[in-house]
């Protein structure tokens, strides 16, 4: 027969050309006549089992009984009987009489010996994989004696085979054949392919062919027997060569023994029933046979049981046979999260048995499904997908994460849910690097707009964080025209501390992408105002990236003394020493929640840096304001604002082009990241040009005493605002009026009476006009001015 099969394959190089399948190499052992081969597909290379029975005429008895099997395995469903695919019986002609060979293809199986040996389990997890085993093999077996009305009639180990996810299945059916019991009166023989089943497998009834005897037992009667015979070969390790070995229980497990026994009884009727032996028996009740058993029927379970197992089963799993874990459990939790029978806290488990895969496997076996559950609307499997998106992140591939992941992850942005939005801006630390530019310009960095304006405090932080972990992965244009808006606009004048230190930190680990024009005039001015920052983190963060920037700059102003301007226009971040560790500095991003208490006395100190951008540049004197109320050092005489920007790298100011659509209805000069415009101030007087010393003197008169412009502030005031904002003019709608002439000739003489010790009165240029002042400069000094005018008139 095998020279047969090796000349078709050696002729047709594919197998039989009537069989869709390819033959391949042979198994040792198998059932009765039978040989077993590998196979694969003709269509899509699955890999399959083939078994064939070769006879010398149509009439042999062998292809009788061949026949009788296929026909009752095409028919017999069950889930722990072997699944059949396809077969086909050829005739050849090799020599004078023709050959006829039955093929049988089924799902992909090894004998249970091979497997065993394979598998080479000892102990306890031996015997928890051998109960499962037995197991099914007895629920097979119970479904065709008690539910089928059918005798196997030689249940032993050729007969079990194992598949590709280590379950046992029942087969060989040559000899299977209805239970007449009921017909008392029948004298031929009930099965009529005993002769096949070997002398030491039969029962002593069955071995006296005493039908009348067998038709009087129960169904279960001669199965039961072969369950037992089956019972001593696995334990024993070795085939059953006579009936009488079976009286030998020293391999037997002593759980197993009273039932081993009670199959094995010497009297058909009080054989013990394979559908009691799986309910009854105490060897059956592991942990193995019971996580298996549990996952099998999870649809029937309610939601407590299924957390409550979901919770235990990564612990669980690493107590089991590891073999058994990854290709029974694994499939069977990876196809219950894919069709949503289980919980979202199955996800743990999967991927810690996933851990225990090589590369090529996890992508075969885990991560399809992991693809699958992202586009899942439960808001928990969810979460659980970005809790653990570390553990999988890394094998996604980049068309995979860009084409089939961030869209459903990107739904998160704008979820309801804080700790949702959260992970999902974590997520981008490691689905960003495997995203196109399109992806990143025009949908990413629109989320991220919007999310640095969050209602979060911990949000705003962490997407600061992320812009500049993923400042690699955008192309120069976009750098351009994002970082230093988003660092400076935004991250720096945020109302929570830590969000200021990110944007500080985020400057400094990404300062190789700045020129040096936009660090002279955009970034040091904005940082300098944080070195009086209420919070000593952000202040001490402050000097070191002042203190990093302004060597940067030096850099390269010695570099362009010597003449070496080819690289004076940047610095990489390398080249500055001691920040070795700023890029690693967003791994440990904050998880924090800030809350309104938190931010209270910070967003009194910055409630002037959204109108203007400033920093404490006038000249020391009486005018500075004590340390600790820092809101009056951020305005001063001479506004940093007054000096003019620098133009936006590209057409686009900053976000205006990337988040259309995102801020409708928004305050755009504080959700867009665009460019700082200049306020408009009114021009000085011309003169004023040549005696700037004078202007800026620090004024000594009384407050008691009236001034020229009708106003008593320490600091000289304009009547008339010029291009007035309500946002700096924080006390317009409820100061007092403005006198009705601009200056009285007592006022004067007053002024010019008090100013005797000054020798700059008499030439002094007409006080500057500023800004209005905030609260130390508003409403109590302009109430004090109304009562010496009145007095002077009278």
Known sequence: MLKFLKGVVAGSGTGLKDLPYNIGDPYTSAWGSWSHFRGTSKDDGCPVSIFSLTGSNPQDGHLTAGRNGVKRLRTARHPNILSFLHSTEVESFDGPSPKVTIYIVTEPVMPLSEKIKELGLE???????????????????????????????????????????LDWKLHAFDVLSEFDGANATATGPMLQYEWLVGLQY??????????ATIRK??????DSWGLGCLIYEIFSGTKLGKTEELRNTASIPKSLLPDYQRLLSSMPSRRLNTLKLIENSEYFQNKLVDTIHFMEILSLKDSVEKDTFFRKLPNLAEQ????????KLLPLLASSLEFGSAAATALTALLKMGSWLSVEEFSLKVLPTVVKLFASNDRAVRVALLQHIDQYGESLSAQVVDEQVYPHVATGFADTSAFLRELTLKSMLILAPKLSQRT????????????QVDEEPAIRTNTTILLGNIASYLDEGTRKRVLINAFTVRALRDTF????????????????????????????????????????DVRSKA??????????????????????????????????????????????SLTLKGKASDQAPVATANSVRPATITSSTSSPGPLETPSTAPVHRVSSSTDFADQPMPPSPTSTDGWGEIENGIHEGQDSDKDGWDDIEPLDEPKPYPVLANIQATQKRPVSQPVSLPKPQASTSLRPKSTVKVNKDEDDDLWGSIAAAPPKSASKPLSVKTAGAVDDDDPWAAIAAPPPT?????????????????????????
Request: with cysteine.
């Open 497 to 536: 501390s830590p969000a200021r230190g990110a944007g500080v930190m985020a400057l400094c680990a990404t300062s190789s992408y700045y020129d040096m024009t936009e660090i002279a005039t955009r970034i040091l001015p904005n940082i300098v105002v944080l070195i009086i920052d209420p919070d000593s």
């Open 320 to 327: 089991l046979p590891r073999q058994i874990v990854l290709k």
């Open 123 to 165: 102990g306890k997890q031996r015997d928890e994989y051998y109960a499962w085993g037995l197991h099914e093999v007895a629920k097979a077996v119970s479904f065709l004696n008690n539910d089928c009305k059918l005798v196997h009639g030689n249940v032993c180990m050729s007969s079990v085979v194992v598949t590709q996810t």
């Open 217 to 222: 037992s129960p169904p279960w009667a001669i």
């Open 202 to 211: 039969k029962p002593m009834e069955l071995a006296n062919s005493d039908w």
């Open 770 to 794: 500023t800004k209005a002042k905030p609260l130390s400069a508003g409403r109590g000094r302009g109430a004090k001015a109304a009562a010496p005018r009145l007095g002077a008139q009278r």
């Open 440 to 451: 990143l310009s025009g949908s990413l960095l629109k989320y991220l707009s919007k999310l």
């Open 543 to 588: 000097f070191q990236a002042v203190d990093q920037f302004l060597q940067i700059v030096k850099q390269c102003n010695e570099k362009s003394n010597a003449g070496d301007t080819a690289d004076a226009g940047s610095l990489g971040i390398s080249s500055m020493p001691g920040n070795a560790g700023l890029l690693g500095w967003a791994m440990s």
